[in-house]
């Protein structure tokens, strides 16, 4: 094939995957953070850290079927407008044709190997981050008005009115106890204001009243004061709050598998053998849908027409890809041993392709010695 032509046809297949891989992973991420993030997400900073813990692990998921769908389009296409037929009247071999798609499909697969391997266990634990602050309640940019929250592990109740700007509410009401002091302490303020430092947040209230209660005791001190401050552990200028845990998925790829568990730790081993399968066996279906999809089409396409093989591709290809992924995901976190069932799905993916390829490529081979001429159309001389 002319080298023009294969640039033609690469950029053509690249440009296409790319446009299909953002139609793919825009919504995924936007629903995945709509469903996390609340509201007030926006105002505390926290869209951007879940964006960055989200989209690698989308994109390298998605590429596999964004290159497989481009393919079935753009081979569809090129058989409807007689391309496929003017390449084997240029003796080009079913091979040849594929060329340009299985270069861009290798492309790919070390793109997702290598975000599934470093780019996506590097960000992946933002999220969980920006989960656990959420779940926690530790970033007061997310705290909502005329609600109760508390934290210490109950020790320590927190209540406010109304925002006046993104670190200034009025009217709060603290609950606490003391154990230093052994007392119950009640402040309530007209302001306060949350200011972050390394170590937290520093919340400091003006114009208000300190009450305190020994325990048993009926005797309430009473205080009032214009400024009264206290350290809460929330998320500071240091950066979200750390997790007391590290899941496997944050791992690099050489630390990933020095860290496999022992099989008879069944549930961490399933979790380790789940994550495996989609870094290991998700980049490489970016060529056996390639494969797959140009074996349809090329087959199908002579016999039906456009329609009916563009539909088969569009159909088969996701259906595959699901498939797989669901089981990496369920099938194998309930019994590690369905992973060979998954590697069999891969590989008879890759087997299913190759054959349509010879077959359609034993089809269509010239005789020698025979003349361009003969071959019209896609039909064997």
């Known amino acids: 094939m002319p080298r023009l032509l294969y640039f033609y046809l690469a950029k053509r297949l690249l440009l296409s995957t790319l446009a299909i891989e953002a139609g793919l992973c825009i919504p995924v991420v936007m629903t995945s953070l709509f469903h996390y993030l609340p509201p007030t997400a926006l105002r505390s900073g926290l869209l951007i ?50 060329l340009p798609a299985v270069v861009v499909a290798l492309l790919a697969v070390g793109c997702g190997y290598w975000i599934s391997s470093f780019v996506a266990p590097t960000y992946v634990g933002e999220m969980h981050d920006v989960i656990y602050v959420i779940r926690n309640s530790l ?58 430092n390394p170590h937290g947040v520093l919340l400091i209230m003006s114009h208000g009243t300190f009450q305190s209660m ?38 690099p790829s050489l630390k990933f598998f020095r860290m496999m568990p022992s099989p008879r730790n069944k549930h961490d081993f399933a979790e380790w053998m789940s994550e495996a399968v989609k870094r290991i066996g998700l980049p490489i279906m970016a060529l056996t849908h390639t494969l ?33 992924l669901i089981g990496s995901e369920s099938l194998i976190r309930r019994d590690p041993r369905f992973v060979i069932l998954i590697g069999l799905a891969i590989l ?34």
């Open 49 to 98: 850290p879940a964006l960055l813990g989200t989209f690698p692990t989308v994109t390298y998921i998605a590429l596999p079927m964004a290159l497989g769908v481009a393919v079935a389009l753009e081979f569809s296409r090129m058989a409807s407008e007689g391309m496929i037929a003017v390449l084997y009247s240029l003796r080009l071999s079913v091979w040849s044709i594929c």
């Open 139 to 196: 970033d007061h940019r997310l705290l909502e008005p005329a609600q109760f929250y508390t934290f210490d592990y109950g020790k320590r109740t927190l209540y406010f009115k109304r925002w006046k700007s993104r670190d200034v509410v009025s009217g709060i009401f603290i609950h606490q106890y003391d154990w230093k002091k052994n007392e119950e302490q009640i402040i309530s303020a007209q302001e306060a204001e949350f200011r972050r």
């Open 214 to 251: 020994k325990p048993g005791s009926t005797d309430m001190r009473s205080a009032d004061f214009d400024q009264y401050a206290i350290q809460i552990d929330m998320e500071g200028t240091g950066g979200l709050p750390k997790r007391n845990w590290i899941g496997i998925f944050e791992y």
């Open 292 to 324: 797959f999809a140009i074996g349809l089409v090329l087959t199908l396409a002579s016999a039906t027409g456009r329609g009916s093989a563009t539909m088969a591709a569009l159909v088969a290809i996701p259906i595959v890809h699901i498939a797989i």
């Open 348 to 381: 008879a993916e890759f087997i299913a392709g190759i054959v349509l390829l010879a077959r359609k490529n034993a089809r269509f081979a010239m005789p020698s010695g025979a003349p361009p001429s003969l071959v019209q159309h896609g039909q064997p001389a």
